[in-house]
């Protein structure tokens, strides 16, 4: 029985007692009688109390034994299970060993060969599939310790290359906020000694050679990114406004139409472009804006 309820058994019983004795009695027929019931309750209420208490004790005591009682059956029954349990592993080691006993004995009683020829096989079998073991988990490190170097050296490749990334981007920022040409192509230059070879840098270079009129310079910047990608546009376009302030005006409507062909939003940036003056009295060049401007 759970704890709890004795208490709550003692509660309802001392408090509904009285009302439980008071409708045992019958109605009273006089007021000597109501004054001698009132007396009687006032002098059972102590014994009422009393059995109560009686009764909560003898339920405590119960419920004590029946506890004791439950720990020693279940401590018995672990003794139990733990005693067969040791049987059993004592059984079975010793028929174990018998079996042992018994093969060695045959083995010894055939006479096929002798326990030291029993003992050198063994340790030589052992020390075989210990050498296997040992080769096959060698290989298995050596794999894997290539595998973990290769992935280090990616991961050290990816962080240099990151680094490269975020160091280029700042430059990049450095020349959007350049005020003169001499500054962008400082900056332009910074970038290139860190990543050789990057096209976007030299043909901005050459945008920033145009602007400093040093048109022969641009063409060559433009022509080292176009002997690369012969298609790129922005180097074509740059190319064209060189060739256009040198006054060579079929080499820079011909870049400026492939540059158009490659990226029609160039069409938009030569209708305004101020290095194409030279060109705006050619009916080849208003063809080539003509859509653009309308």
Known sequence: MPRFILPLLALLLVTFAPQLVAAVDTQPTATTDVVAHSDLDLLDRPLIERYILDE???LRSEQQDLERR??????????AVADKSLNYANVTVTYFFYIIAGVASLIAFIGW????????????????QLQKITE??????????????????????????????????TLWLHAQSAQTPEQKISVYNEILSIRPGDLEAVTYKADAAMEMREFNWALSLCNRVLEVDGANAHALYQRACAFACLRQEDRALSDLEQAIENSASFKEVAANEADFANLRDNPKFDVLISSSES
């Not at 720990?71 to 003794?79: C, K, N, P, Q, S």
């Not at 050198?120 to 020390?127: E, P, R, V």
């Open 56 to 58: 909560l004790k003898h």
């Open 70 to 79: 439950m720990t020693v059956d279940i401590t018995d029954r672990e003794l």
């Open 113 to 128: 060969q002798s326990l030291r020829e029993i003992k050198t096989n063994t340790a030589k079998l052992a020390a075989e």
């Open 136 to 169: 096959q988990y060698e290989n298995k490190f050596k794999d894997l310790e290539r595998d973990l170097k290769r992935k280090s050296h990616i991961i050290t490749k990816n962080n240099r290359e990151i680094e490269i990334i975020n160091e280029i981007h």
